[in-house]
């Protein structure tokens, strides 16, 4: 057990449904984030956000929607997806160590879930 | 950009003995970290170890200890007296010293035969 878990930890979807990943850290972290691990591709970040403000967004398409309502606890909405969306999205938590120029965040090592092995049909 | 890559998709150890994997990284700052997890059949992504750039000394976590390179850009993961609950994908990251986005290689998966 790391402190992180999500729910549910499998999902199967139809391309039309409308579902919801939940994420809860129970460390006491501030900042928190959404990966997608693919067959044979390496974890890529979709969402970073750090005290209930979403500070990375890495081009990830409208049908999946974060939602982050306080430190504790992030969703990801999920809404007309593709088969190609079938991953393992993994949740991860740390604390904000500060913020630099330009608002750049910092933060201290990750932390993560168990993980959400979505499949599309 | 920064770039992780980990040469070898495969691995494997005897129980009881030594293993090292690779990992390079390619960079232009000075301060960074760099982490290895391990990611077993369960898929919980575990923290085994995490290096700071401006320490020169190699960390070390029981039988894992890393051997850091800092002018070659390299982190390899040496894991002493193999056990089979070893056995799991192992993934090498890295993050910048002003930023919270980890870089992930694309992973080393490590089998142990007993």
């Known amino acids: 057990e790391t402190g992180v878990t999500q729910t549910p930890r499998h999902l199967v979807m139809g391309m039309t449904n409308k579902k919801s990943l939940k994420c809860e850290q129970h460390l006491g972290h501030n900042a928190m984030y959404w990966y997608k691990q693919s067959a044979k591709k390496p974890l890529e970040l979709m969402f970073v956000y750090s005290l209930e403000e979403r500070v990375e967004n890495n081009s990830v398409p409208s049908r999946f929607s974060p939602e982050c309502p306080n430190s504790s606890h992030l969703f990801l909405h999920l809404h007309t997806l593709q088969p190609e969306d079938s991953a393992l999205y993994l949740c991860?938590?740390?604390?904000?160590?500060?913020?630099?120029?330009?608002?750049?965040?910092?933060?201290?090592?990750?932390?993560f879930g168990p993980g959400t092995r979505l499949t599309v049909l | 950009a920064q770039t992780v890559t980990q040469s070898q998709p495969e691995m494997s150890v005897q129980e009881a003995e030594t293993v090292t994997l690779s990992c390079t990284y390619d960079?232009?700052?000075?301060?960074?970290?760099l982490f290895w997890y391990k990611q077993p059949p369960s898929r919980q992504m575990i923290l085994v170890i995490r290096?700071?750039?401006?320490?020169?000394q190699n960390a070390t976590e029981n039988r894992f200890s890393v051997n850091f390179q800092k002018a070659a850009k390299s982190f390899s993961l040496k894991i002493s007296d193999s056990q089979l609950g070893d056995a799991a994908m192992y993934f090498c990251?890295?993050?910048?010293?002003?930023?919270?986005?980890?870089?992930f290689g694309g992973g080393t998966r490590l089998m142990v035969k007993p």
């Open positions: 990251a890295y993050r910048g010293n002003a930023g919270n986005m980890l870089t």
């Open positions: 290096q700071e750039a401006y320490k020169q």
């Open positions: 991860a938590s740390s604390q904000e160590l500060g913020r630099g120029l330009a608002g750049v965040v910092s933060t201290d090592t990750q932390y």
């Open positions: 960079t232009s700052e000075s301060d960074y970290y």
